[in-house]
T-cell receptor, first 112, second 115 residues
């Protein structure tokens, strides 16, 4: 079975540029989560969707961050404009009901 | 608010020996789920084991087992017969039964296996 698929695996861009991270959840899963991992703050939830509807976006740091889930098989996390402090590993995870979350391999984002 | 605390930033163990990683948590919910995830250098997040709070029996998965003490809000992971491939960061995580489905993670414990 295909797991959660994230792209790109690595992204290096200059400050001020727009960054778009992509995620394809496991087919049939109805919840999708975006997490960010940094040395300082560890793993923290940014936003999660249930049946394509955003449920909790309280972890989104500021208006520069936005996330969409236009259908059950695709989600994006966008940062515009990007800043060096956004450098981190961004994980997407999906789950069905009360089953455990399955994580993608993450996107390592570096903002110069 | 839900919190998870891992008080051991680093642990090491000899190959084939047993090691226990500690985790404490806080939640106001009576029903919840606890997890241990493993993150090797490849940075994948791999589910190791899961415990439902309503179950008194401790979960086991091959060489991995937990000691779940609900009253003490403690959830430790025991790795038996440690193998070199067990070297990784280990994260304890909590998820509520109702409401927020998000995982709240501890700070992680880096486990080193000495050959």
């Amino acid at each position: 079975d295909a797991g959660v698929i994230q792209s790109p695996r690595h992204e290096v861009t200059e400050m001020g540029q727009e960054v778009t991270l992509r995620c394809k959840p496991i087919s049939g899963h109805n919840s999708l989560f975006w997490y960010r991992q940094t040395m300082m703050r560890g793993l923290e939830l940014l936003i999660y969707f249930n049946n394509n509807v955003p449920i909790d976006d309280s972890g989104m740091p500021e208006d520069r961050f936005s996330a969409k889930m236009p259908n059950a098989s695709f989600s994006t996390l966008k940062i515009q404009p990007s800043e060096p402090r956004d450098s981190a590993v961004y994980f997407c995870a999906s789950s069905l009901g009360n089953q455990p979350q399955h994580f993608g391999d993450g996107t390592r984002l570096s903002i110069l | 608010a839900q919190t998870v605390t891992q008080s051991q930033p680093e642990m090491s163990v000899q190959e084939a020996e047993t090691v226990t990683l500690s985790c404490t948590y806080d939640t106001s919910e009576s029903d919840y789920y606890l997890f241990w995830y493993k993150q090797p250098p490849s940075r994948q997040m791999i589910l190791v084991i899961r415990q439902e709070a309503y179950k008194q029996q401790n979960a086991t998965e091959n060489r991995f087992s937990v000691n779940f003490q609900k009253a003490a809000k403690s959830f430790s992971l025991k790795i038996s017969d440690s193998q070199l491939g067990d070297a990784a960061m280990y994260f304890c995580a909590l998820r509520g039964e109702r409401g927020a489905q998000k995982l709240v993670f501890g700070q992680g414990t880096r486990l080193t296996i000495n050959p």
